[in-house]
């Protein structure tokens, strides 16, 4: 008689037969920076993540590379003073943001950094793409993407990440970037982002929710799986070098078609309202939540994901240590 309880017996046969594993190599940890200097302010709906000045985020990625964490992908907040219509700030060389990567890439050169590249923490209307008479322009988005794009690799991202779901975006970075010699540069395509209701710390951190409107002519619809393979398809023939899924947990049936339609890595973003839940839980002692964020990430791992973007990639790996 097969007994298959007899390989689950003890710890260590548990381990021998484990299908899926979690290492901090796997993981990527967002930071949400601000200009100025000494400010490390936590953001409320997100506990454990803070806004971060340039040093504060200096200390932050050394206690990390010393916990194995070697990957962040970076969000700008941005004052509105810098705001415009037409981005314009993203693209200028003096953004803080882009000095901030210059920065953390002399200190840490060993460090991955991962960019965003989308109009909304610059535009004074709030959108990822340029508004007109309450319409967001696709085409006429991409000149600034591609602009943006190219900036960002030169103060020194290894990976640009366009989130902004315009049509398009992936191949006009693809060529801008290799035009202006950064062939080497990869691209990260969101490729299915979707008009979820589970941004909503994310957007108080940066203070990025839309003036007007909601984002669901460019994101996608949540009812949707096959047009998730529709986009990969335009993002692995523009040039993409990562397919994302975003959000993660909610979103495991979309990583797994994707996993099995592609050869490309796959990341999934756990996003900051999935995690604010595990948090908000386990304050009121509904579960423990070491146990729940493993567990939780391993299913994203099982689902089909080689890279986890997510809000808990530092206390995971302290616990990997």
């Not at 967002?30 to 409320?44: C, M, N, Y």
């Not at 969101?190 to 008009?195: E, H, I, P, Q, S």
């Not at 899924?245 to 994707?258: C, E, F, G, N, T």
Request: charged share 25%; hydrophobic share 40%; aromatic share 8%.
């Amino acid at each position: 008689m097969r007994r298959p309880r007899r390989n689950r017996r003890t710890q260590g046969i548990r381990s021998l037969v484990k299908e899926t594993r979690l290492s901090p190599d796997q993981l990527v940890y967002p930071l949400f920076l601000v200009d100025g200097e000494g400010i490390r302010e936590e953001v409320s709906s997100l506990p454990g993540n803070y806004r971060l000045s340039v040093d504060k985020a200096i200390a932050t990625i050394e206690s990390s590379l010393e916990r194995g964490l070697s990957k962040f992908i970076l969000f700008p907040s941005v004052s509105d003073e810098h705001k415009d219509k037409r981005a314009s700030y993203s693209f200028d060389p003096g953004n803080f943001y882009l000095q901030a990567a210059r920065t953390f890439k002399r200190r840490f050169p060993n460090t991955v950094l991962i960019s965003d590249a989308a109009l909304d923490p610059y535009s004074s209307d709030g959108h990822d793409g340029l508004v007109k008479d309450g319409e967001i322009l696709n085409d006429e988005t991409l000149p600034i993407l591609a602009k943006m794009a190219v900036e960002q690799a030169r103060a020194g991202f290894d990976i640009i990440g366009p989130s902004d779901m315009m049509d398009g975006r992936v191949g006009t970075i693809r060529a801008a970037l290799d035009h202006s010699g950064f062939t080497n540069t990869g691209i990260m395509s969101y490729t299915a982002k979707y008009a979820s209701a589970f941004y909503g710390p994310f957007r108080d951190a940066l203070d990025s929710a839309p003036k007007t409107g909601d984002k669901k002519t460019y994101q996608m619809d949540p009812a949707n799986r096959r047009e998730a393979l529709i986009e990969a398809d335009l993002d692995i023939g523009e040039g993409a070098d990562f397919l994302m899924v975003k959000p993660a947990v909610h979103y495991l049936d979309v990583i797994l078609s994707l996993r099995e339609y592609t050869d490309l890595p796959i990341a999934a973003y756990h996003v900051s309202g999935e995690c604010a839940m595990l948090h908000a839980a386990a304050r009121n002692g509904w579960l423990d939540l070491e146990s729940a964020v493993e567990e939780t990430l391993l299913a994203i791992r099982r689902a089909g994901a080689d890279v986890i973007i997510t809000y808990f990639a530092r206390d995971l790996a302290e616990r990997m240590v």
